[in-house]
Structures are given as structure tokens and as C-alpha cells.
């Protein structure tokens, strides 16, 4: 399970950003923070092999002492199901594209995919 | 890794080089004295060597040896620190020391690296860190299983003022002696048991005799031999040339670093002579000297600057002792590394093969292969020494170490490697550690590159180190030197994670070691091919955290500012709150106020998402932070980012804050801030403003008007300056957003403006600014107040106010609003700052043209900015006795005071309203006062002037008529009257004086429609004095009246059949005919509690033609009483007026009033406010009717065009003026109102105008008719109406009649026929001559006809054909002619007429009378 999930923009602003132990939101800030170097030398680097056969799911981006930070998918369908619910927010006539998402469906389904605080 | 002053080769070279030690005779430490240093101080800026030197190695090659540097330095004999990994507490500090004294220069370099979005500032070297890593090099305690640092040499320094030199030098060669070998001493340690001793002769030239130095000098030559000795004169300046002389200072550089370095600062704790042992000193000592020590050079930098060095020393000087190292560095310490290297070479060489084996085979022997000594749990420990000093297995190392000093880094790289071999499989983990690390150091130095850096090697070594041997320092130095080489290499990324493992461990010791790794692999991580901008941040900010918990503000506040770069305005608010936050503490503590100042701001400016708590800490932090800064610097007050000001919402009110009641007395409403502005309501304003502009110019509105604005906001046109005027205050509506979620208290606010005098008339006086004080956690507002005292230019530019967040000592929850204080100075409990804050206000988005509608740009606003011009009169309008309910067409009298609170006399006292028939002042015309002036002496009096009816008269038996001229009550002429509801206001003078009040009485008439009405009224008056800026000022009130349902009245008029009685009439008023007029009144009222019950006083009538004659009401009971629901009729007979009165008058047209009184005394309606608001509410009856005036002209310009023939209109007009009454009911009435237990009488009027006859006409409009207005007013050329007139109106000219006995007798039995003569009057109620033809033919066919037993015939001739001229009466005599008694219908003839022109037209069938019955009884 997660205890954080972030849906970052192109531009890398957070469009969305959760974390499930709230008293430590700060560290995970900065954690997906820091990942998006990761991401974007990964996507960077199959940019230049193959523009088309892009995968989106970028592995484990990189370890950290208690935790480790994902890119996109994971054999699991937990990613799969977050893209589904990203594009039903995109699909939102009344959705602002750069917006933070302020969706309560999306909320929703991403409670369900942390990790149920005690 | 940022970059380095020196390259990575020079910086290995300079990490490891030939130590030399000094040892000084006390007379020879003197003569350094007098240039304030000691003597290896002396020597160390020239201890780089500039030339090449030479030297073979085993094999006799020759090696090149460049740019040598030596090491010189004291002996030390007390360990400056523990052999232990950890370094101790005093080089600790002695490194902080270090790195915080090395700040980045003031505007120092800063290189720009572009990454994706981001442009960062980076200072581009890091100099703290190189001095970090010098220091900490240099201070590395000398290993045993290492020798780099050892000494390799040994310098005995005599001066040549010594008595006897030479038995100086011997004594300190034993001294040296005893030192290595006695074993008393662990430190220092030296490299080969046969130090290198070198002689030096110090002379001093000021004083000493050259010619003994010199003697002595050959004298040491002898016993040393040329190459071990060497005479340096020093100090040959003489103190009284040096004065002016400048000479280069080198040891600057050096000495400062130097002093704090271990070995001299422990030095420098017994300086009276380095030879005097002391072994008694101990680390806390030490420490407390490093402090002192520490203390003085922070105090004293310049101090020791201004103390120069070398004071005694020439260029010449300088010469002689590069002169001097250079000599011994090729002369002495490069043959005897040389030679020993050949020692070692050879005992290895000798030892090899055998060797090998023998040790291998001596160590299975003694340690029988499966218990060594070395266990595994001993492996662990393998900090302990393994190796005695002299053990053969150190011999290569020693070489190696040797041949590494001396840049054979070939040979090193095999020794090492043999070395490492040796050591791994002797499990001697500390020394195969070294010899991996040297191996790959000496690997990455050789030249040309045989060889792929090792970089594995170091990884071991530092593993090792760190997780083996527990010796972090030697870790730390491998990682520090693996890191540099990997940088040099382009391999970022494992420096980086190379640097970040060494500071992966949280003990608190580490903590500057760690933030300088850090930031180092931050800058790695920034200086990637693809450079990692957010690792690099958050790296940063890891440093700057271990920075801040190792004390170092400086460096910590650094760190974070360059990370905030990346993270700035990227929507990543906490973090970039944190390091806000973070920032902002860190300046504080530097004492740079300002930085912390702008760091709070922004976490308290951004759109927080902090919780509340730590949002009121950051306000708490920013408020005590800012305090400080005000404190420092009050010359100009700071801004302040809180509370938010929405400066578009800002609105300035331009006068006195109105009292709206004032006793009994209640004022205008006019403007205020309370309102909301509202656009359709403004518009209205404009619009009235506009009419009254308008009629007090003549009609014409001026070219410059502009609507007077009171209160100007956002959606007002701001475009000009607005107008205020001289002691009247200017109120501003500033609105505060708190955008956090904790209470913020704002007290003393005060307006901040500039003021640009325009007219010099008046003394310098200033403004004052009104204070107000709130807190919210919303948005409030905040009013304050400006007067302005002095004409000029005023500009309002911003607020003053104190800040302070909750008092935390009063307990009140963070909901809490309003802890309104008093102003002064604020309570002690909250800190509360005092700034300023801007009140710029953007105008409208201009998108006009194209420019404009393609960029953003904005028009002016000058909301802020008014003008302040001269006096003007101030108009205050008070209300006594104005009612807030009134029944439909209730008559109320009110009183108006008007006040002039100016010191300027005011005239041109105008009012307009939206409901002009709503109030009147009373006519102007009729001058007496009707009623009592004063309101209290007027209590339950009439509103109506009244006369007593004679006693005798029956009520509503005679009308009194009186005439009046609508001129009289301001109507009819377009000019300045009250044409579209301007009225005039009687003043007295039409001046009202400074000071001045007048009451003037106000009659007010509740409006037709039942409802809620809401009444404007505008109030415009001038100043007496013209010229002025403002041309006119206005008044606004706005009343709300409650219309409650009354009566109801319908009126119709009939023609009368019934011909006037001769003896009473004149012919004239035959002539004229009359008219039967029902009035039908019905009690609507609703509120039965209230109304008790109406009376009907009096009807009156209004017309220019007709006027009621008298009451025929059948009802004994002539006053009209109606109770609730109940419905009463009325019927009147009205005449048509005498011609006579209308001809008189014949320019102006006069209104006859006819007062019918039901009650006992009439209410004279032709006078004020009967007549006012009868004219009021029905303006002339040709501007009422417009539509049908337009008829007549379209169609007479039609007729015009088709020929004389053609009439057709005038037949229209002509038989629409027959059936035309203009004839307006006025019905007075009183109701009776319980009001408290307490009667009251309610007095009212309704009026009805009845235009057609047989039509309809109530006093409760119908809706419908004003629809029909609009309607004409959007189709202006309405197709012609049908060209000739209806039948129904056809059938209306002839008025029949007939006259015959009610009741006839006759003896049928004696006669058997009945002869009865009838009379039938034709009255023709045209104006035109009427064809009639008379047809009494029995058509008893038509069901209407009311059938009756029987019929009758009418003799004599049965057709006429008649001729009636204008309003004409004729009597036909007639006979009918009964057979039986019996009731008969005598309506059977037939009136046909036409107009007597229309030659081409039918005539047609005229309204049949009703029947006329006749009862015909047998007369027996």
C-alpha cells in the first residue's frame, strides 16, 4: 500500500499531493519532490530510444532508507486505476487543465489506496 | 562537486608531502621573534618548490620531481589528538572554526546553471569546504600503519648569537634523538629510524657579526659535511629603513589558517619554548586554550593584521630562505629519501621469494591455519595495532609511502599493491585498508594512465574503514579524496552517493562533516550531464539542516536560499513554507532582519495550507522578527503583508456620516457606506439627477454634467477626479482579508495621504486621520475618516495600523472576531508591530479599441485622489410626521425641515422624485398658508381646508362649483415647472441662509397600488455663490411606503333618458343635455382589525366640460357608509357646463371643480392638496389621450389628401366626441382607524376618469393599459384605425325618449278604442346635423322585445323623416291606439339616423329606449 500518492503536472507542480501519516507531510514532500529528477531522466532517456513505445510505468524510481518512491505504474493495478480516475478528472468539462484537482471521486480512490491509518 | 582552487592532482600532491620537523635553540626562536613568527612559520610560505628536482629511483632511472611541497613544522611531543577514529572535541571545533570564518564573498561568483525550467544562482566554488578539507588533512593524526605523515626529516635551527653554536647543535641533536628513540614519547613519529638531521646556522644580520656566522658556518661544514648544514642570515633590515619600504607580506595567508592549526595552536599554548615538555597537557586544556584562541582570532583579525609579519625581513631575505629550502629539499631531504628508497629496495629485493613464503609458512606454523590469533572477533578490532613499528611487513609500505612523497607514483602503485596483497591475507584489515586507498590514489596519479582508476579499491578502503576499523576520520579522508577524483572523472553521480553514504549516520558529532558532504554531492548532483535541480534542493536543504545543528547559521541560511530557488513559486507550498520559515529564522539569528522579514512575509502571504497552529506560529515568529527589524530602523514604516486589502473593493465616501433620526425628526437617507451599490439604482439616481440639472437649466442639460457621486466603488466611473469639499469629511472603506486561519488584531489604523496645497488662502493645516480598530478572521472593514481642512489636491496613498496576533494569555478561541482595542499605545500581552500597507487600486480593464482589447491594460482610478475645493452649501432635509403606511389614496400631511449646515448660503432648492404624485409642497400660487406652519399645533386636523355646510342644506343636494386654472398648481406649461416631476420648493427668499432651517408642510397621498413602494426622491439645491467647481450638490432619500388596499371605485355615466324637468332647466341646459353618473364604491380593505369602517365625504367632480349637478341617490342615507366588503352606489346627475363659462376663458383653459358634500362640511377640492394631487395623478386630458391625437392628425392629413369629400375623420372625431364625457370623479372619503384604543379618521382621495359614456371607469388601473402604451411607443406608424365609426358608436347619436302617462283610464266599454298620445323627444347628441328617420312599424319579431298580452298600433303616420341640427331637441307628438286594458311596451319605434353630409352612408338603427311600459285600465 501507499502512504503517499502525488499526481505532479508537466511543468512539476503538484496537482495533487497526499499523504497518509499527516504529521510528516513535509518529508514526503520533498521526496516526490526529489523523484521528479528520476522521472525526468528516465523519460528523458527512452525519449531518445523510442519516442512511441514509451512505457508509462517507470519502475521504481529510487530507495530511500523507509521507503520506495514508484514511477507511474507497478504490477500491481494500483497505478493503472489512478490514471483511470486522473483522466475521469481530466475528463471534467469543468476541470481547469493545471488546476490542483479538488476531486472528490479521485479523493476517494485514492484513500483506497493508502495505507488505512490507525 | 563545486569547484576547486586547486586541481585534483595538486590537491592529492598537497594532501600528502614530506613532513620536516624543526627543532629551535632558544636564541634562534629570538631572532624569528622580531618577525613575529616562529621559524617554521618562517618557512612555510616558501615551502612550495618552484624549480624541478631530480632523483633515481632503485632501478636508476631518473624522476622528475615537480612542484614539491614540504611540510615544516615544530615538534610536538603531547598527541594533539586520540588515535581513536573519532575526531576529538578540539579539532572539531578548530574545523568549525575554520568553515565558518570561510563565508562566501560579499557579491561573490555566482555561476548560472539552466536546467529545465529553472535558472539557479550557485557560487560557483566553495571555499569552506577546500578549508575545511586542508584543515582537516592537516590535522589527521600521524597513523602507525601509515607513515605519510611522519617525519622524514629533522631541521636544528642554532643562532649564530649563541656562545658556542656547535655544542648548541649537538645538544639539540640529542634532543631530537631522545625524542625518536627513547620511547618516552609517542608523537611525533618519524619515518626512519635515521631521521635526516640538517643543520641550520640562523643569522641574525642587525645584530649578530657576520664574519664569526660565517666562521662558525665553515666550522659546521667540516663537522657536517656541506649538504647537512646551512647558514641563513635573516633580519638584514634595519628598523629605521623599513619604514617606508613596502614588502610583499606572504605569510598573511598562511599565518592566519596556520594559527589555528592544531599543531601551533597547541603551540602557541607554550610558547616560551617549544622544547619544554609538557606532557601534562591534556585535551580539556588544550580545549580551553583552542577557545581563547579561537575567541582572539575572531576578535582580532585585524589586529593581527595590523601586527605584520616579517617586520625585519628584505626582499633579499625572502630570497635567501627560498634560497635555503630549496637547497635542503634538493641537497639534503631528496638524496636521503633517494637513499633510503634504495635501503628498502634492496631489503625487499634480497627478502623476496623467500620471504614470501617464509612469512606465510611461519604464520601457518605459529598460527596452526585454523586458530589464528587474528580470529574473526579479532578482525573486527582491528584497530589495535597488528604490525610492531619496525615489522618487515612494513617495509614496503614505508616504501611505497616514500616513493609516493616523492611523485614515483608508478613504483608507489606496485608497492601499495604488493602491500595490499600482504595485508588482505594477513587479514590486517586497517593496513590493507591504507594501502587500497594509496593504491588508488598513486593509480589515478600516474601519469598517462596505464592503468582504469581503481575506484573499487577506495570503495574497500572506505568500507573498511568505516565498518571495520571504526576510524571514521580515515574514512572520511578516503572519501574525500575518492570524491575529488571521481569529480575530476565526470562521475558525478557516484561522488555523489559516495559523499552521501559518509553522512548517511545521525550521531550528532558529525553534523558539520555531514552538511559539507552534502552540499558537495548537492553540487555533484547539479553538475550531472543531465543536471538534478531537485536533488541538488533537497540535498541543500539537508545540509543546511546538519549546517543550523552544527551552529552554522551562516552556512545553514546559505544552503537554504539556494534551495529555495528551486522550489519558489512552483506550487510546492509546504516545502517552500518550511524553507521560508527555515530562512527567515536563520536571518534572524544572523542579524539580517530584513531577509528574515521577507522570508515571513511569504509563508504569511502565500495562500497558507499550514494547519492553524503553525500558521499562528509563523505569525508569532514573524511578528516578534519584525518587531526587532522596526525597532532597529524606524525611519520609514515597513509594509506589511497582513491583513490582505482588496484595494478594488475600497470605497470613499465624500461627507458626513448621516444621522437617520433625530427624535421625532427623521433625516434624508441620502448616500451612505451601508448600502450596496446597486447598478439599475444608480442609473435611476443619474436619470433623476438628470431631469432636475435639466429644468433647473432651462431644459437643457449642460455639456459637462456629471452625475453627482457621493460614494464611490468599484463599479462607479472613476475616471475623474472626484470633488470634495473643505471640512467635510472624506470616509474610506478599506475591506481586510485575513488569509490565515488564526485572528489577527489590528488596532490604531490611520490613513497614510499626501496633500499638494492649491489655494494659498488658508493657514497650513493638516489633515486628520480618524482611527478604527477590528480584527477578523473573514473579511471586515474598516472605515476611517479625513478631513480635509484646506482646498488642494489630496492623494490617499495607504494605511497605518499596528499588528499583533491573538493576545495568547486571553484564552479566546481562533473563531473569535472582533477583539476590538482601543487606540493607544497597544497591550503589553501581544506583540503588535506597526507598518504600513499600499492602497493601489487598478482601474477598469480598458477594451475600447484594439490595442487595448488585445493586451491587458487598465484605466485610471482616482478613487483615492479627490480634489478638495471651497464651501458649499450642505443641505440637511428632515421628515416630521412622515408616515411609513398609508391606505391607497390616503391623504397625509407631513412636514419637511430643510437645514443648511454649511457656512455658505444655499438657493435653487429643487426636488425630483420617481413618484411625482406621491407628495406635493402645495401650489405655489395660492401664497397664505393654509395650515398652521408649526406640526404640533396641528393635530387631527383635516389635511383638507374645509367650510362648514350651511345648516340648513341637505346634504349633497347642491354642488358648490368653483373654477381654477391648472397653471395655478405648476401644470401645463413646459417650462420651469414641475413638468416631469421636478418641483420647485417654496423657500421663503428662495435663499436659505447659513444656519438656516425652515419647515415647509408636505402632503402626501398613498399610492393607488397596493404594495411595498419604494420612493425617490432627489433634493438639488445650488450655491448662492456661482463659480465654484461643484456647480450643484443633491440630496438623496429614499422612502419606503406601505400601500394598503381602500376603496375601490367604479364610476359610469349614462346618458339620461329622462328629459330634464322643464320648470327647473333653462333651454340651455336642455340643450347641453345631461348625463347620469353611478359611482360604485366598494370597501377593499383587508385589515379589518384596522379600518373600521369608510365614510364617503363628498364626491367632487373635475372637468372642463361637465361638472355634477346634484346627488340622486335614492338612499335615505346620504352619508356613505361602508363597513368592511361592503359596497355602496352612488348616483349623480352631472350637466354639461354653462358655454358661457367655457368661452370666457378661452386661452387658458380653466378645470370647473364640483363639490358634491355627502357629509357636513366641504372639503374644498380646488384648493391645496385636493387639486394638487388631482392634477398630479391626471395630467391634461390631450397629453393623456396621445395615441388617439396622433389618430386624428394621421388621419386629417389623409383626408386632406383625398379631397373635400372625404370626412371620414371628422364623422370619427364627431361621433366620438358624442359619446365623450372628460369628466373626473373625485371621491374624498374618511376612514375610521382604530389605532391603540384610539380613533383615528384616515382622509383620502380616489379618483376615476370617466371618458366614455356607457364605459366603465375604475379608480384601480388596470395593468393592461400601460402595456398598450409601451406597444405605441415600439410601432409609432400604427395602421389607421377602421376609416369609419362602429355601428355602436353610429347607434349613439340620437337620444330617444318618450313621454306619455304612466297609468291611462279608459272606458273600453263605452269606447272600445284607446287613444293615448306619446310624445317622443329626439335629442340629437352631436355636434353635427343628424338625418333621422323614425320608423313605428310594430316588429314585435325581435325576442328582446318584452312580449305582452296584446298589441297596440300607432296611428297616424308611421315614417319621419327628420332633420336635427346640432345638439338639437325634437318632439315628435305621436298617438298609439290600445283595444284592451292591459300593460303594453311602447319602445317599439325605430330611430334611424345618419350624419346628414354622409350622404353615401345607411343610417343606422339608433339604441332603442328601454321599454316604456304603459297601463291601460278599463274605466268602469
Not at chain 2, 562533516?513 to 531537485?534: D, G, K, T, W, Y
Not at chain 2, 521577507?598 to 495562500?607: G, P, V
Not at chain 2, 477578523?776 to 482646498?791: I, V, Y
Not at chain 2, 302617462?1301 to 287613444?1315: A, D, G, N
Amino acid at each position: 500500500m501507499a502512504v503517499c500518492i502525488a499526481v505532479i503536472a508537466k511543468e512539476n507542480y503538484p496537482l495533487y499531493i497526499r499523504s497518509v501519516p499527516t504529521q510528516n507531510e513535509l518529508k514526503f514532500h520533498y521526496t516526490v519532490h526529489t523523484s521528479l529528477d528520476v522521472v525526468e531522466e528516465k523519460i528523458s532517456a527512452v525519449g531518445k530510444a523510442m519516442a512511441d513505445q514509451r512505457e508509462l510505468y517507470l519502475g521504481l524510481l529510487y530507495p530511500t532508507e523507509d521507503y520506495k518512491v514508484y514511477g507511474y505504474v507497478t504490477n500491481s493495478k494500483m497505478f493503472r486505476k489512478l490514471h483511470n480516475s486522473f483522466t475521469d478528472v481530466m475528463c471534467n468539462p469543468f476541470y481547469n487543465p493545471g488546476d490542483t484537482i479538488q476531486s472528490k471521486a479521485f479523493d476517494g480512490m485514492v484513500s483506497a489506496m493508502m495505507v488505512q491509518a490507525s | 562537486m563545486a569547484q576547486c582552487v586547486q586541481s585534483v592532482h595538486e590537491f592529492i600532491q598537497d594532501s600528502f608531502v614530506p613532513m620536516v620537523a624543526v627543532l629551535c635553540s632558544e636564541d634562534a626562536e629570538k631572532v624569528t621573534r622580531k618577525n613575529n613568527l616562529n621559524f617554521s612559520e618562517l618557512l612555510r610560505p616558501f615551502c612550495r618548490l618552484t624549480s624541478e628536482g631530480h632523483m633515481r629511483d632503485p632501478n636508476n632511472q631518473v624522476q622528475v620531481v615537480k612542484n614539491l611541497r614540504i611540510s615544516v613544522n615544530n615538534v610536538v611531543t603531547r598527541p594533539s589528538v586520540p588515535a581513536s577514529g573519532t575526531p576529538s572535541l578540539a579539532q572539531r571545533l578548530l574545523l568549525s572554526e575554520v568553515v565558518s570564518t570561510c563565508q562566501p564573498a560579499e557579491g561573490g561568483v555566482a555561476n548560472v546553471i539552466t536546467a529545465g525550467d529553472y535558472d539557479l544562482n550557485i557560487s560557483a566554488t566553495t571555499p569552506w569546504f577546500e578549508a575545511y578539507r586542508e584543515t582537516f588533512l592537516q590535522s589527521m593524526p600521524a597513523a602507525d600503519h601509515e607513515f605519510l605523515n611522519h617525519y622524514l626529516a629533522c631541521l636544528l635551527v642554532v643562532s649564530s648569537s649563541e656562545a658556542v653554536p656547535v655544542e648548541k647543535f649537538l645538544k639539540l641533536s640529542q634532543e631530537q634523538h631522545r625524542i625518536q628513540h627513547s620511547g618516552e614519547y609517542t608523537n611525533p613519529k618519524w619515518f626512519i629510524p635515521n631521521t635526516l638531521k640538517y643543520y641550520v646556522l640562523l643569522h641574525d644580520m642587525s645584530q649578530g657579526d657576520e664574519h664569526r656566522a660565517d666562521s662558525v658556518y665553515e666550522d659546521m661544514k667540516q663537522r657536517y659535511g656541506a649538504q647537512g648544514c646551512y647558514l641563513l642570515k635573516v633580519n638584514s633590515r634595519t628598523a629605521a629603513a623599513g619604514a617606508d619600504e613596502q614588502i610583499p607580506d606572504p605569510w598573511s595567508q598562511y599565518l592566519h589558517k596556520s594559527s589555528l592549526q592544531n599543531g601551533s595552536l597547541v603551540n602557541s599554548l607554550d610558547s616560551t619554548h617549544p622544547l619544554q615538555l609538557d606532557t601534562s597537557g591534556d585535551t580539556p586544556g588544550s580545549l580551553d586554550a583552542l577557545r581563547a584562541v579561537a575567541v582572539e582570532t575572531k576578535a582580532g583579525t585585524a589586529a593581527a593584521a595590523a601586527a605584520s609579519h616579517g617586520a625585519c625581513l628584505t626582499l633579499n631575505d625572502h630570497d635567501r630562505i627560498r634560497q635555503f629550502i630549496q637547497e635542503f629539499t634538493f641537497r639534503g631531504l631528496l638524496p636521503h629519501i633517494e637513499k633510503n628508497i634504495r635501503q628498502l629496495n634492496d631489503q625487499l629485493v634480497s627478502r623476496k621469494g623467500l620471504s614470501r613464503s617464509l612469512f606465510s609458512a611461519t604464520k601457518k606454523w605459529f598460527g596452526g591455519g585454523k586458530v589464528p590469533e587474528k580470529s574473526i572477533a579479532e578482525l573486527k578490532n582491528t584497530s589495535g595495532l597488528l604490525y610492531p613499528p619496525e615489522a618487515p611487513e612494513l617495509q614496503i609500505r614505508k616504501m611505497a609511502d616514500l616513493c609516493f612523497l616523492v611523485q614515483h607514483y608508478e613504483l608507489a602503485y606496485s608497492c601499495y599493491h604488493t602491500a595490499k596483497k600482504d595485508f588482505l591475507s594477513d587479514q590486517a584489515m586497517l593496513y590493507a585498508a591504507g594501502a587500497l586507498e594509496m593504491a588508488a590514489v598513486s593509480a589515478f596519479l600516474q601519469g598517462g594512465a596505464p592503468r582504469p582508476y581503481p575506484a573499487h579499491y577506495m570503495d574497500t578502503a572506505i568500507q573498511t574503514y568505516r565498518d571495520v576499523c571504526k576510524n571514521m576520520h580515515l574514512a572520511e579522508r578516503c572519501a574525500l579524496l575518492s570524491a575529488e577524483i571521481l569529480k575530476s572523472q565526470a562521475k558525478f553521480s557516484d561522488a555523489a552517493t559516495l559523499l552521501i553514504k559518509m553522512t548517511s549516520e545521525v550521531s550528532g558529532d558529525c553534523d558539520l562533516r555531514s552538511a559539507l558532504l552534502l552540499e558537495q554531492a548537492a553540487h555533484c548532483f547539479i553538475n550531472m550531464r543531465n543536471p538534478m535541480v531537485r536533488k541538488f534542493a533537497f540535498h541543500m536543504i539537508l545540509a543546511g539542516h546538519r549546517f543550523s545543528k552544527a551552529g552554522q547559521k551562516r552556512h545553514a541560511l546559505r544552503c537554504y536560499c539556494q534551495a529555495m530557488q528551486v522550489y519558489k513559486g512552483k506550487g510546492w507550498s509546504l516545502a517552500e513554507d518550511h524553507i521560508n520559515f527555515t530562512i527567515g529564522r536563520q536571518s534572524f539569528t544572523l542579524r539580517q532582519p530584513e531577509n528574515a522579514v521577507s522570508a515571513f512575509r511569504h509563508i504569511l502571504t502565500n495562500e497558507s495550507q499550514q494547519a492553524s497552529s503553525q500558521q499562528a506560529a509563523f505569525l508569532r515568529e514573524y511578528l516578534y522578527v519584525y518587531k526587532n527589524v522596526t525597532g532597529v530602523c524606524d525611519v520609514a514604516l515597513p509594509q506589511l503583508p497582513l491583513p490582505y486589502i482588496n484595494s478594488s473593493a475600497t470605497r470613499v465616501y465624500f461627507g458626513h456620516e448621516r444621522r437617520l433620526a433625530e427624535g421625532e425628526k427623521q433625516a434624508a437617507t441620502h448616500v451612505s457606506l451601508d448600502q450596496e451599490f446597486d447598478r439599475d439604482l444608480a442609473a435611476m439616481w443619474r436619470d433623476l439627477e438628470e431631469q432636475v440639472v435639466a429644468s433647473a437649466n432651462r431644459g437643457v442639460v449642460p455639456a459637462t454634467f456629471q452625475a453627482t457621486q457621493c460614494c464611490l466603488n468599484s463599479q462607479t466611473d472613476n475616471l475623474r477626479f472626484p470633488l470634495a469639499v473643505v471640512e467635510e469629511p472624506i470616509i474610506v472603506e478599506v475591506v481586510f482579508r485575513n488569509p490565515l486561519k488564526v485572528p489577527l488584531v489590528l488596532s490604531d489604523v490611520s490613513l497614510l495621504w499626501k496633500f499638494t496645497l492649491k489655494d494659498f488662502s488658508r493657514p497650513q493645516d493638516a489633515a486628520v486621520g480618524d482611527a478604527l480598530a477590528f480584527s477578523n478572521e473573514k473579511e471586515t472593514l474598516a472605515r476611517l475618516k479625513l478631513l480635509p481642512h484646506q482646498t488642494g489636491q489630496l492623494n490617499i496613498l495607504g494605511l497605518v495600523y499596528n499588528l499583533a496576533s491573538t493576545p495568547s494569555t486571553g484564552g479566546t478561541t481562533v473563531s473569535s472576531s472582533a477583539a476590538l482595542k482601543s487606540d493607544g499605545p497597544s497591550p503589553a500581552d501581544g506583540t503588535s508591530v506597526r507598518g504600513r500597507q499600499d492602497l493601489e487600486i487598478q482601474g477598469p480593464r480598458l477594451n475600447q479599441t484594439k490595442e487595448e482589447k488585445t493586451s491587458v491594460s487598465h484605466g485610471p482610478d482616482r478613487r483615492l485622489d479627490p480634489t478638495i475645493t471651497p464651501p458649499m452649501p450642505l443641505l440637511e432635509v428632515f421628515f416630521l410626521q412622515f408616515p411609513t403606511a398609508l391606505l391607497c389614496g390616503e391623504i397625509r400631511k407631513a412636514y419637511v425641515e430643510f437645514c443648511n449646515v454649511s457656512g455658505v448660503p444655499l438657493c435653487g432648492l429643487r426636488v425630483v422624485s420617481t413618484h411625482p404624485d406621491f407628495f406635493t409642497f402645495g401650489s405655489s400660487s395660492l401664497a397664505t398658508p393654509l395650515t398652521p406652519l408649526s406640526p404640533t399645533s396641528f393635530e387631527n386636523c383635516s389635511a383638507y381646508k374645509t367650510l362648514a355646510t350651511p345648516p340648513g342644506a341637505t346634504p349633497g343636494s347642491v354642488a358648490a362649483v368653483t373654477l381654477v386654472s391648472a397653471g395655478d398648481f405648476g401644470l401645463g406649461e413646459g417650462g420651469s415647472g414641475t413638468s416631469n416631476g421636478v418641483a420647485e420648493i417654496p423657500l421663503e427668499d428662495r435663499v436659505l441662509k447659513p444656519g438656516q432651517s425652515t419647515q415647509l408642510p408636505l402632503w402626501l397621498r398613498g399610492p393607488d397600488h397596493e404594495g411595498v413602494h419604494e420612493i425617490n426622491f432627489l433634493f438639488y439645491y445650488e450655491s448662492a455663490v456661482k463659480g465654484g467647481k461643484i456647480s450643484h450638490r443633491v440630496l438623496r432619500h429614499t422612502v419606503f411606503i406601505c400601500a394598503s388596499r381602500s376603496l375601490c371605485v367604479r364610476a359610469t355615466a349614462c346618458r339620461s333618458n329622462t328629459l330634464p324637468e322643464e320648470e327647473a332647466e333653462e333651454e340651455d341646459e336642455r340643450r347641453n343635455g345631461s348625463m347620469l353618473v353611478f359611482v360604485d364604491v366598494e370597501n377593499i380593505n383587508t385589515n379589518e382589525a384596522g379600518v373600521r369602517e369608510f365614510h364617503i365625504a363628498q364626491v367632487s367632480s373635475s372637468s372642463k366640460q361637465w361638472r355634477l349637478h346634484r346627488c340622486i341617490n335614492p338612499a335615505e342615507d346620504k352619508d356613505c357608509k361602508l363597513n368592511s366588503r361592503e359596497r355602496g352606489k352612488l348616483c349623480f346627475r352631472a350637466t354639461r357646463c354653462k358655454p358661457v363659462q367655457g368661452t370666457i376663458m378661452t386661452s387658458i383653459e380653466k378645470y370647473i371643480f364640483a363639490d358634491l358634500s355627502l357629509g357636513n362640511e366641504q372639503i374644498i377640492s380646488s384648493t391645496t392638496p385636493c387639486a394638487d394631487f388631482f392634477f398630479r395623478r391626471c395630467p391634461p386630458s390631450d397629453s393623456r389621450r396621445p395615441p388617439v391625437a396622433v389618430e386624428t392628425q394621421g388621419r386629417l392629413s389623409r383626408s386632406q389628401g383625398a379631397g373635400p369629400g372625404g370626412g371620414a375623420e371628422d364623422l370619427t372625431s364627431l361621433v366620438r366626441k358624442c359619446n365623450e364625457v372628460d369628466l373626473d370623479i373625485i371621491v374624498l372619503w374618511k376612514a375610521f382607524v382604530v389605532e391603540d384604543n384610539k380613533q383615528v379618521i384616515l382622509e383620502g382621495q380616489l379618483h376615476v376618469a370617466l371618458q366614455t359614456i356607457g364605459k366603465e371607469a375604475c379608480s384601480l388601473t388596470q395593468k393592461e393599459e400601460a402595456q398598450e402604451m409601451v406597444l405605441l411607443k415600439f410601432k409609432p406608424e400604427l395602421p389607421p384605425p377602421m376609416t369609419r365609426p362602429s355601428m355602436e358608436q353610429l347607434s349613439h347619436l340620437i337620444k330617444t325618449n318618450l313621454h306619455y302617462p304612466e297609468s291611462y283610464r279608459h272606458p273600453f266599454i263605452h269606447k272600445s278604442l284607446c287613444l293615448v298620445p306619446v310624445t317622443l323627444t329626439l335629442s340629437n347628441c352631436s355636434l353635427a346635423q343628424v338625418d333621422v328617420i323614425i320608423d313605428l312599424r310594430h316588429k314585435t319579431t325581435s325576442p328582446e322585445s318584452l312580449e305582452v298580452h296584446g298589441s297596440f298600433t300607432w296611428l297616424g303616420q308611421t315614417q319621419y323623416k327628420l332633420q336635427l341640427r346640432a345638439q338639437e331637441v325634437m318632439r315628435v307628438p305621436l298617438r298609439a291606439c290600445f283595444l284592451h286594458a292591459g300593460v303594453y311596451n311602447l319602445g317599439t319605434p325605430r330611430v334611424f339616423a345618419k350624419l346628414a353630409d354622409q350622404g353615401a352612408m345607411c343610417e343606422t338603427s339608433q339604441q332603442t329606449a328601454t321599454p316604456a311600459l304603459i297601463i291601460i285600465i278599463n274605466d268602469t
